[in-house]
């Protein structure tokens, strides 16, 4: 499920990387081509790094965008209470940031290129478009191991858990066509990142009651931010405090 980061409707906004399709239900690249958009999965932006990755996405797709508007738009993206964010950040800060990546106006990071690009335009079920890009990208050949580098680092940055069928399930093919990838130093690797997403979505889900719960000056508790997320380590509620604080 995407959800998008704006009302492109209501401000013409550029919500995805454009492609010229000329009547084509797809395009085809066979190296892979840069792909951008503005929408987010069902897990919320949990930093402000991920909040000025986004702008550097908005900026990229929108170069002529009005600016005080695009601080706008920032500015309620960054406030909890819209639902997009696990904490709320200050004016000042996100004000500034827009105005840097506007500056800058660089070419943003790109963890995995796209080979097939679909029509927007043209209605092609989920069935189908998987049949076009099995066709066109064979789940028979085995898939290269920097392009498995890549979907593990994606997910990681998304903080999804890895295994071996969410790999597969990305690269488009079978689980059985990726498991060689899965060595004892990747498996190890793996499992090692696994532990950093799940403590940082622990993190996150801290940090969200935490702006929850002192929302309007009141001061924090443990004991009541313990109960309200149910977990049990202190080491973990520590470093959601530290992580809200260093933030302020």
Request: charged share 30%; hydrophobic share 35%.
């Amino acid at each position: 499920m995407l959800i998008p980061l704006f009302d492109y409707n209501k401000h013409r906004i550029i919500m995805e990387s454009y492609f010229r399709f000329d009547g084509k239900d797809y395009l085809f690249f066979p190296k892979g081509v840069n792909y951008y958009r503005l929408y987010r999965t069902t897990r919320k932006i949990n930093s402000f790094k991920e909040l000025q990755y986004i702008a550097e996405k908005f900026i990229y797709l929108n170069p002529d965008f009005d600016i005080p508007l695009m601080i706008k738009l920032f500015l309620d993206l960054s406030d909890r209470s819209n639902g997009h964010i696990i904490r709320t950040y200050g004016q000042t800060r996100v004000e500034n940031m827009v105005l840097v990546v506007s500056e800058q106006n660089k070419v943003p990071y790109c963890a995995r290129k796209r080979k097939v690009i679909f029509n927007p335009s043209k209605r092609i079920d989920r069935k189908e478009k998987m049949k076009i890009v099995g066709n066109l990208i064979s789940s028979k050949q085995r898939p290269a191991k920097q392009y498995l580098d890549n979907i593990v680092q994606e997910l990681w940055q998304d903080n999804i858990k890895i295994t071996i069928s969410k790999v597969a399930e990305v690269a488009r093919t079978s689980r059985y066509m990726v498991k060689w990838y899965f060595d004892e130093r990747v498996t190890q690797k793996i499992k090692d990142l696994n532990e950093i997403i799940k403590e940082t979505n622990l993190i996150s889900k801290a940090i969200e009651a935490i702006d929850e719960l002192t929302e309007g000056g009141n001061r924090l508790k443990m004991r009541q931010l313990k109960q309200i997320t149910s977990i049990r380590d202190y080491s973990i509620l520590k470093k959601a405090v530290k992580k809200y604080e260093d933030a302020i």
